[in-house]
């Protein structure tokens, strides 16, 4: 392979033709705070600070999501794709490079980073003001809703309200007022916040597919298994609380059952931050439970698989290229064959194992 | 008959418990040399210093009714299992004492063993001087009676076969290649042996005298006229036991070679592995994949170096099974297995080069026994000034 062939970042790569899978392409600067304010791996985030530029990896699973989506008509119900694999094996960056295709394409873009989050850890619980037994969560709501508009800003001001929401008896928002101002009153007001991601979701809901001034919509769900999962919060008399009881929580099933139409819903599977779940669970069967599956079903499977040697070749000369691979033995032939054989092409184990060679 | 056998082994029983406690004492001092590995190792060197014994506890006549006593309990004995009382060999003793007497220690020294006398009092002096003070030895006063002896009785056999080549030479036969006492596979005596030996301690000095007189012995061309003289003085190299049976490979139904490691063992983990010559590298653990089974880098690391040792890093499909132990023993347990399995299909070198390495040894070490008045194998109780 030549030096100049095998990866080329350069920004005309849009990174959604199959002649380009196992290149890496390059995501602009500019992209990264809007598209991805919350949702790219920990991991990634660091080496992109480190390596100063972004670059994503075209792989199998996430080509097929966009010829998918290419393809799919969208006046029919929304399509639900599942990405799922071995832990490490690329379903988030998969994920991502879909949300920056989306985006790049002018769709709105609805990205819940990891769904694990709203079920676990949760300092603040407030019983909810529009539905007696559920609980909200007010920190987590207003974060998402800020990250939300930093992502989609030019919508915001687009989409008007068809509905008129009362918050307080001073507080409401009338109808045909921009989801700016929705979005921002839920920012702002951290009580509520909970409920406007539940108004914001079902305005989307309907107005995703309408011909006048019609956008499409993606929902893009990591971590999907945690919604169907247990949590591990508990109300004040140490009971647990089902996920059902949850007000996001409950608001997102909503927005994944395929009742709406004009866009697409990818979820991914993921191990790592789930809730008793064995760690060596990773099909869709397992980890969904089965009131999991059957509200996901029909679906579309996306198998995401370790790299193959095209791939694990690509990745490596871009750590050669980078200098990430900075000891002199790594660079033989000998030294390729030994990370093959400690990561098995792994993705993450090899960026944990080159993080300190 | 009975009660007899059972008085015989009761007094058998006795006198173990008196050597084990004798024994114990001072082959603390001297296990801390032979852990290092030694390659011949004998039992002379658990043994205590005999000439510093002193005068003799066990009289003559007492060793000689001992020696009776072993011999009709070996009778009775061998009537007792059933066995023949003529072809009764030790062994066979060990293994009906084992089996009416099983014992839970774990120490083999306090376990109950009946021994020929020989082997179970030291070899000791007899009383050197006669009723009238004199001694009988003629060489008693130079303090080292058996050493001196010995030299002299070398010296002797060296200078009657110069006679003997003279008289050769006289008659015209004399011939440089006459048979030669054959050296190969035995060693010199160990000076502890030859103390055992003499029942007297010699220095250092005596020792390398001695070592010179034999070699001066054996320079002479026809001293195989002296060899039983010569070999009573050389023991057996033991045969290095490393020589492994390398299996050949088998061939299963596709023509793909394949090879087993049997289970080896890591301090209680035992692991087996399948080798196959199909060139995937992939490896599969208990069903399941090793970097799932083996998070940790280091236990990969151990899986991969003797395939990385030998080159061989891509060209392997393992199917491995391990049980028992921790993730490190496990995955030292695998590697050995792997190092087994891989032997039959390397050269004869290369299987050099692997031993070594230190790839096909098997890690002794274990852990260490608690020990009472301490808190753990090592570590003692806080010490209190006051």
Not at chain 1, 33 to 59: A, D, I, S, W
Not at chain 1, 60 to 78: F, G, M, N, V
Not at chain 2, 8 to 28: A, D, E, I, M
Not at chain 2, 333 to 346: E, G, P, Q
Request: hydrophobic residues 35%; glycine residues 8%.
């Amino acid at each position: 392979i030549l030096k100049g062939q095998r990866y080329i970042y350069s920004t005309r790569l849009s990174g959604d033709s199959e002649q380009h899978q196992g290149q890496y392409y390059t995501v602009p600067p500019s992209h990264f705070h809007t598209v991805f304010p919350h949702g790219l791996p920990p991991r990634y985030q660091q080496q992109v600070k480190t390596f100063n530029e972004g670059c994503v990896m075209v792989r199998q699973p996430a080509l097929e999501l966009i010829s998918h989506l290419k393809r799919a008509d969208y006046s029919k119900p929304t399509l639900r794709y599942l990405l799922y694999g071995v832990k490490g094996s690329g379903k988030t960056m998969s994920l991502c490079h879909t949300v920056h295709y989306c985006s790049t394409q002018g769709w709105l873009v609805l990205h819940i980073p990891d769904a694990h989050l709203w079920v676990k850890n949760c300092k603040e619980l407030l019983p909810s003001s529009y539905h007696a037994s559920r609980f909200d969560q007010p920190i987590q709501a207003s974060n998402w809703l800020r990250n939300f508009r930093t992502t989609n800003e030019n919508f915001l001001s687009k989409i008007k309200l068809r509905q008129r929401y009362v918050w307080t008896k001073r507080e409401s928002t009338e109808e045909g007022q921009p989801l700016g101002e929705l979005v921002d009153m839920g920012v702002s007001r951290v009580k509520s916040s909970s409920d406007v991601v539940g108004a914001v979701l079902k305005e989307l809901r309907l107005q995703a597919g309408g011909t006048e001034g019609g956008f499409r919509l993606a929902v893009a769900v990591d971590g999907v298994n945690g919604l169907w999962g247990r949590t591990t919060l508990k109300k004040e008399d140490k009971s647990p609380v089902a996920p059902e009881e949850l007000t996001l929580v409950h608001n997102l099933r909503k927005m994944i059952n395929n009742d709406w139409c004009g866009g697409a819903v990818i979820a991914t599977l993921s191990q790592t931050g789930s809730l008793y779940a064995p760690s060596s669970a990773y099909l869709p069967q397992e980890l969904l439970g089965e009131e999991g599956f059957d509200s996901m079903d029909p679906f579309i499977p996306v198998p995401v698989s370790l790299y193959s040697e095209k791939e694990f070749e690509s990745c490596y000369l871009y750590y050669l290229d980078r200098h990430w691979l900075q000891h002199p033995h790594s660079q033989t032939e000998e030294g390729k064959k030994e990370l093959i054989f400690l990561s098995n092409r792994n993705p993450s184990v090899l960026e944990r194992l080159c993080a300190f060679l | 008959m009975a009660a007899s056998g059972g008085r015989t082994v009761g007094s058998f029983l006795w006198k173990c418990g008196n050597c084990c406690f004798n024994f114990n004492t001072v082959s603390s001092n001297l296990t801390r040399q032979v852990l290092s590995r030694q390659l011949c190792v004998s039992a002379v060197l658990h043994r205590k210093n005999l000439a510093a014994a002193g005068p003799e506890k066990f009289s003559e006549e007492f060793i000689k009714k001992q020696v009776e006593e072993f011999n009709i309990g070996k009778r009775h004995l061998a009537n007792m299992m059933g066995e023949d009382p003529e072809t009764f060999t030790q062994g066979d003793i060990n293994r009906s004492i084992a089996y009416l007497f099983p014992s839970g220690l774990f120490d083999k020294k306090a376990k109950p063993l009946m021994k020929h006398p020989d082997e179970v009092f030291p070899k000791q002096r007899a009383v050197q001087w006669g009723a009238d003070g004199r001694p009988f030895h003629f060489l008693f006063y130079t303090g080292k009676q058996s050493y001196y002896s010995l030299m002299h009785d070398t010296f002797t056999k060296a200078l009657a076969v110069e006679k003997h080549q003279d008289r050769l030479r006289g008659k015209d036969l004399f011939t440089q290649d006459a048979k030669q006492i054959s050296l190969v596979g035995s060693r010199w005596l160990l000076k502890e042996e030859l103390e055992e030996l003499l029942v007297e301690t010699i220095s250092e000095h005596d020792y390398a005298r001695f070592i010179q007189l034999m070699e001066r012995l054996l320079s002479l061309p026809y001293c195989s006229v002296e060899e039983d003289f010569v070999q009573r003085y050389r023991r057996q190299l033991e045969i290095q036991s490393s020589k492994q049976q390398v299996q050949p490979l088998q061939y299963d139904q596709h023509g793909v070679a394949y090879s087993t490691g049997d289970g080896k063992q890591r301090k209680t983990a035992t692991g087996t592995v399948l080798l196959r010559d199909s060139g995937s590298g992939s490896i599969s653990i208990n069903g399941t994949n090793y970097v799932h089974y083996f998070p940790v880098l280091q236990d990969r690391e151990q899986l991969m170096f003797p395939l990385h040792f030998m080159g061989v890093l891509g060209r392997f499909d393992m199917q491995c099974s391990v049980s028992g132990g921790g993730h490190s023993s496990q995955a030292g347990a695998l590697r050995l297995a792997i190092s087994r399995a891989m032997l039959s299909f390397l050269s004869e070198g290369q299987v050099e080069t692997m031993r070594q390495a230190g790839l096909l040894t098997p890690d002794p070490r274990i852990k260490e026994r608690k020990k009472p008045g301490q808190e753990g194998a090592r570590r003692k109780f806080t010490w209190k000034k006051r």
